[in-house]
């Protein structure tokens, strides 16, 4: 796997019992005021981006990893189901790449926020079915790419669901193991390709001069900032995922 590129899926990696370490998941130190890292590790922040630009640029790179397995393509319309930090990334990022016309679903504050980034469609999953109103939308066709951000059994389903013929599925949302049943017979006969994603390192240079440019609005999405004294607040609202809590920012 790295001797192809592809570092993201090296069996050698984010073991718990040993192999490579991963700073902020299998080490601890990511808190730290200084730390040491392999060279091939670091990105240089161009002097326009800010260090809260800098914040988004994980969940931006996730969100590049995902629209390439998809191979998005001008004129495309794409359903991002999941308003979170990466949805709301991947929002943006079809809308760069030329998408036609973009369907968000989810519930609550953040779809305010997916309209206010560009949404052309937003979809209230507790108020409507999303692969109706997409299919209205369409002429009973689907959408040309689904991107799925949530992780719920039901929402990945519906990503396979409401795709057109010939159309592709990027699942990225995590649900803990749990098994996954679709209609096989429609993926076989449609040609539908599902795809899995979960972000490369390659996708880095990228996603940081996109935000260096101005193409992604990182301040829609980190939505709180602490100093480094109020550490333990900073760590209750995130955990707790109040309403209105998105990324959140400690300063030193």
Same mark, same amino acid.
């Given at each position: ?26 080490? *601890? ?11 091939? *590790? =670091?990105?240089?922040? @161009? ?16 969100? =590049? ?17 999941? @308003? ?12 760069? &790449? ?30 409507? *079915? ?14 040309? &790419? ?5 992780? @719920? ?29 679709? *209609?096989?017979?429609?993926?076989? =006969? ?14 880095? @240079? ?21 100093? =480094? ?24």
């Amino acid at each position: 796997m790295c001797i192809a590129g592809n570092y993201h899926l090296c069996e050698n990696a984010a073991k718990k019992d040993g192999g490579y370490k991963l700073l902020g998941h299998t080490a *601890n130190g990511a808190f730290s005021e200084y730390g040491l890292a392999p060279p091939n *590790n =670091l990105h240089k922040m @161009p002097e326009k981006m800010t260090w809260e630009d800098a914040v988004i640029v994980n969940q931006v790179v996730i969100a =590049l990893h995902a629209l390439d397995r998809g191979q998005i393509y001008p004129a495309d319309e794409v359903a991002i189901l999941g @308003p979170g930090l990466l949805g709301l990334s991947v929002l943006q990022l079809a809308k760069y &790449l030329g998408a036609s016309k973009t369907y968000v679903t989810g519930r609550g504050y953040r779809l305010d926020i997916a309209k206010e980034l560009g949404a052309d469609v937003v979809i209230d999953i507790t108020k409507e *079915n999303p692969v109706e109103v997409i299919m209205e939308h369409t002429n009973g066709k689907g959408v040309d &790419l689904s991107v799925e951000c949530a992780g @719920p059994v039901s929402t990945m389903r519906e990503a396979v669901d409401m795709v057109r013929r010939g159309g592709r599925v990027v699942l990225e949302g995590i649900n803990g193991g749990d098994e996954v049943s679709f *209609n096989t017979d429609r993926i076989v =006969l449609d040609e539908i390709s599902v795809f899995g994603g979960r972000g490369s390192p390659n996708c880095y @240079p990228r996603a940081i001069q996109i935000i260096a440019d101005g193409h992604i609005q990182t301040d829609k999405m980190l939505t709180h900032s602490f100093p =480094l004294s109020e550490f333990e607040e900073a760590m209750r609202m995130f955990q707790a995922r109040e309403d209105g809590v998105m990324r959140v920012m400690l300063t030193p």
